[in-house]
């Protein structure tokens, strides 16, 4: 552990050197980049909602929430930061392998909207994982950020190898014992979507061996927003969150968004419960809170 500790600080410090000023473009002119800093600083008002829904998109009036939370922060207030823990109640599409998705709100300003009218204007919103309502800047800037992001984990379980008893006369074969959570991994996003469909039939991957899907439940949700004050170059971040930050020039400032950080870092193995029928309910505890840039770009890389 100390070891990748030192790697992570040697890379992170090496990492983050800037190159020159003046940066090559196109056209093979040198053009001196401008610095981008962040559009809320420290302390400023904020309200973050939390909606978790089985639906993908909350278009519509109809659509409610399995666990809707509100909270007004100041931001990078260590002291504002929000925990809930409560059970859930799991819809019958969940239990038979179907997704459940965060959606998460953040705006700053005086002009605070309720989360039902923040719900409509959603519908306006692409399918990105960040994405931006609107931009105004004045002495408080209104800013308000979408966020979301899939709750459950889909991993794949193939069938249970077999084996023999080396100490067996007539060559029995018998069931690893490797367990099933040896045997799993996580599915990336776009291939989550795939194996939903083929989970009740299978996938046959040859040599008699089918794979089954399955979707896990987490027990912790951990929400950072990052407290970012660091001046950048859009061509000079660090390698580690490369294209994570997204730059914008508004009226003569040069800004880049509060970044929303889903960590994921400390969990394990035995902090995912198998979905199904058998589990109408499941725990839930959810964090909401900040996160400091160099402790950010540390997870990012371990």
Partial sequence: MRIVAIFVLVQFFMGARRP????????????????????????????????????????GDTITCLVNISKQMRYGAEADALEWEG????????????????????????????????????????????????????????VELYSKQRLNVYQVQPKAPTGKYLLSNDGEEVPSATTDIEQQHVLGNDEHVQRE????????????????????????????????????????????????????SEQERNIYLPVVFYNNFWRMEDDIVLVNDSTPQLPLHIELGFQTPFKWQF????
């Fill in 197 to 248: 469909k083929e989970v009740e039939k299978g996938i046959d991957e040859g040599d008699d061996e089918v794979l089954f899907v399955k979707s896990y439940w987490p027990r912790n949700l951990t929400i950072q927003i990052i407290d970012d004050q660091t001046e950048y170059k859009p061509s000079a971040v660090p390698p580690v969150v490369k294209g994570k930050i997204t730059f914008l």
């Fill in 20 to 59: 020159p000023a003046e940066d090559i473009t196109s056209t093979g002119k040198l053009v001196k980049q401008p610095l981008y800093s962040n559009i809320l600083a420290p302390r400023t008002p904020i309200t973050l909602y939390l909606c978790l829904s089985e639906y993908e998109s909350l278009q």
């Fill in 299 to 302: 997870f990012l890389q371990v």
């Fill in 87 to 142: 059970m859930v109640n799991v819809p019958e599409s969940v239990q038979n392998n179907g997704s459940i998705y965060t959606h998460l709100y953040m705006q700053s300003g005086n002009d605070v909207k309720p989360f039902d009218i923040i719900r409509k204007d959603l519908s306006l919103q692409q399918s990105y994982e960040l994405a931006i309502d609107s931009l105004n800047i004045g002495d408080v800037p209104q």
